[in-house]
Every structure is written in structure tokens, then in C-alpha cells.
T-cell receptor, first 116, second 113 residues
Framework: GAVVSQHPSRVICKSGTSVKIECRSL??????MFWYRQFPKQSLMLMAT?????????EQGVEKDKFLINHASLTLSTLTVTSAHPEDSSFYIC????????????FGEGSWLTVV | DQQVKQNSPSLSVQEGRISILNCDYT??????FLWYKKYPAEGPTFLIS?????DKNEDGRFTVFLNKSAKHLSLHIVPSQPGDSAVYFC????????????FGKGTRLSVIA
């Protein structure tokens, strides 16, 4: 089946620094990828829709200058958390739709970010 | 405004019995529904989906039922196994175009041996 991979799975960074999270579709091309964020014991909240070759679409309340999304190829989207603060500590998950698998959306393994 | 609702935050079931997880939605434009299983600090794992043109889809121990008139779907797991213990998320989408999923808040299932 389709596979979506994220890297890194866990990262700790200092306040004020930037962190990049990669999301790759391993065996299919994804023109669109989605980035979610999950706080402990809460649901997955959509942050933005990443479109290959164009600007990402951000959900209301998500700062586009803080969460930079780049979808430079059909198999890779990156999320960069800029000037990270402790409140950015969260579980970030990407997903992509595999059209050849009945439009099922597959998720990456997730990336746990801790800002200290 | 919660478009997808899972009103039971938790459910405990004995091993071997049936687990029934429920989900309600408010947006009648949704036409594609999915169930995901999730362990802590891991990405969701796709379980089963159903299109709005069907009312039932079965895959092994997992069956999803859709009642469009009631805007309700349910996931049945039978027989339940201890390894099924996880958080289950119901999600809805539009099948056309590259639209994201809208998730419920999840139901934590505990299967007791």
C-alpha cells in the first residue's frame, strides 16, 4: 500500500531556533499534502494544505510566517517551524492522498517537537 | 463548530466481544468517511473507509456502517482483541478534489483480556 514517511520522528530544539520537518510520499506522487497538529488528548487539527509548485493554504489562526511550508516536488513537502517557542511543542503529522488507492489519505509517522 | 463528532471519549470491551464505535457528522456534503487507529506519538493508521453510495463496508474483523439519513456511522470490531486497544478517529471528507479530512476527537478503546 501507499506509504508516507516523516522525518525526524522526534526533535528537541531551543527557543528561537527553526526546525524543519520533512514529509515524503514513498511510492506515489502527491500534488497535495496536508499538515496536521495534535495536542495531547486532542483531535488532529488541520494546519495547512501544501500544494506542489504553489503556495500553501493555511487554516484560520495558523501563522503562515511561522509555519513555512514548501512543496517543491511531487513527493516531498516540508514544514519549517520558525523562531520556535515552547508553545509550539506538539505532534505534527503530514498526510497525502493516494489517488490510486481509492482516494484514501495516508499519514506519516508523525514528528514530535519539543521546544525548550 | 464540530462537523464530525465522536461523543464517547472512551470505551471498554472484553476480549472476544464486539466493539462499536460511533460517529456523527453535520455536513451533508461529506461523501467519504474513514476510520483511523492511532497509538500515542504515532501517525494514524488507516483502517477502513466507506463511500456515501454504500451503507456497509467490511474488511476482516472491521465493518463500517453508514446511515446517511441520520448522518451517523459506526465501526464494529468483532471479535475484539487486546491489540485493538488504541484511539480511533472518525474522519470525513469530500471524495472529489484534494480536500483534507475533518476529524472527530477520537474514542479511546480498551480491550480487556
Amino acid at each position: 500500500g501507499a506509504v508516507v514517511s516523516q522525518h525526524p520522528s522526534r526533535v528537541i530544539c531551543k527557543s528561537g531556533t527553526s526546525v524543519k520537518i520533512e514529509c515524503r510520499s514513498l511510492d506515489f506522487q502527491a500534488t497535495t499534502m496536508f499538515w496536521y497538529r495534535q495536542f495531547p488528548k486532542q483531535s488532529l487539527m488541520l494546519m495547512a494544505t501544501s500544494n506542489e509548485g504553489s503556495k500553501a493554504t493555511y487554516e484560520q489562526g495558523v501563522e503562515k510566517d511561522k509555519f513555512l511550508i514548501n512543496h517543491a516536488s511531487l513527493t516531498l513537502s516540508t514544514l519549517t517551524v520558525t523562531s520556535a517557542h515552547p508553545e509550539d511543542s506538539s505532534f505534527y503529522i503530514c498526510s497525502a492522498r493516494a489517488s490510486r488507492s481509492g482516494n484514501t489519505i495516508y499519514f506519516g509517522e508523525g514528528s514530535w517537537l519539543t521546544v525548550v | 463548530d464540530q462537523q464530525v463528532k465522536q461523543n464517547s471519549p472512551s470505551l471498554s470491551v472484553q476480549e472476544g466481544r464486539i466493539s462499536i464505535l460511533n460517529c456523527d457528522y453535520t455536513n451533508s456534503m461529506f461523501d467519504y468517511f474513514l476510520w483511523y487507529k492511532k497509538y500515542p506519538a504515532e501517525g494514524p493508521t488507516f483502517l477502513i473507509s466507506i463511500s456515501s453510495i454504500k451503507d456497509k463496508n467490511e474488511d476482516g474483523r472491521f465493518t463500517v456502517f453508514l446511515n446517511k439519513s441520520a448522518k451517523h456511522l459506526s465501526l464494529h470490531i468483532v471479535p475484539s482483541q487486546p491489540g485493538d486497544s488504541a484511539v480511533y478517529f472518525c474522519a470525513a471528507s469530500w471524495s472529489t478534489g484534494n480536500t483534507p479530512l475533518v476529524f472527530g476527537k477520537g474514542t479511546r478503546l480498551s480491550v480487556i483480556a
